[in-house]
């Protein structure tokens, strides 16, 4: 499984980005997808989740109402859409493929991870 996330970048605070992530490689839409962040100094962390339906999404609290995960499994695609960004969003963000459908938010839940695109949010 190959996964390569783009869209990250310098965008001002209150500014919106969006990240997406392409994968390759196995069954995606029977794949649980997330994506995680990790700012400098700090633990990797859960951001968002989507179901291999797509009919499920979860959010960590620090981002919900400001972001939204969803996918395409015609494209093998998923997004990441960050309205009303903030000076604590800065970090890297990776995408990640689980071992099933079902959401998780636990790193361990999850099998496959990109190599990571760089957000950073400026005053």
């Known amino acids: 499984v190959q996964l390569v996330e783009s869209g990250g970048g310098l965008v001002q605070a209150g500014g919106s980005l969006r990240l997406s992530c392409a994968a390759s490689?196995?069954?995606?839409?029977?794949?649980?997808m997330g994506w995680f962040r990790q700012a400098p100094g700090k633990e990797r962390e859960f951001v968002a989740a989507?179901?291999?339906?797509?009919?499920?999404?979860m959010y960590a609290d620090s981002v919900k109402g400001r972001f939204t995960i969803s996918r395409d499994n015609a494209k093998n695609t998923v997004d990441l859409q960050m309205n009303s960004l903030k000076l604590e969003d800065t970090a890297d963000y990776y995408c990640?493929?689980?071992?099933?459908?079902?959401?998780?938010?636990?790193?361990?839940?999850?099998?496959?991870w990109g190599q990571g695109t760089q957000v950073t949010v400026s005053s």
């Open positions: 990640a493929a689980g071992y099933r459908s079902t959401v998780v938010v636990a790193r361990n839940e999850y099998a496959y």
């Open positions: 490689g196995r069954t995606f839409s029977t794949t649980a």
């Open positions: 989507i179901s291999g339906s797509g009919s499920t999404t």
